[in-house]
């Protein structure tokens, strides 16, 4: 898979995925430390990433974007929000989403659940 990782998250989240033999990049390997929003998801969208984040304003954008694509992860209310938490969370996750993943979804990952909604929102 390929991901995209916010500035909300620790590059080392990036670092554990490609050791992990994705292909991941995070913002500031781009100099994309300042990017808005809208630009993110315009690279992720070129560059066909998935965008990990754990910035709740990516939902607010997904709901308002009618677009089946970039599937986003975002991460929520995690107890331990250190990289290599969010990482080992993140990859004992992604064979349980991988097919969302590709269809385009908007997939939660908080301390007790996970939530997957297929994308563009409003089309069920």
Do not use: C, K
Not at 26 to 43: I, K, M, P, S
Not at 48 to 75: E, H, K, W
């Amino acid at each position: 898979m390929r991901f995209l990782i916010d500035n909300a998250l620790s590059p080392r989240v990036a670092e554990g995925l490609r050791a992990a033999g994705h292909d991941a990049v995070h913002l500031r390997d781009r100099g994309l430390h300042a990017a808005r929003d809208e630009v993110v998801f315009e690279l992720a969208a070129d560059e066909d990433r998935i965008i990990v984040s754990a910035d709740t304003d990516f939902g607010t954008l997904l709901a308002l974007r009618d677009a089946q694509y970039p599937s986003v992860i975002l991460f929520r209310r995690l107890h331990d929000g250190t990289a290599a938490a969010v990482l080992r969370l993140l990859l004992s996750q992604l064979d349980r989403v991988d097919d969302d993943l590709r269809a385009g979804a908007a997939v939660v990952i908080e301390r007790d659940r996970i939530r997957v909604r297929r994308l563009p929102f409003g089309r069920d």
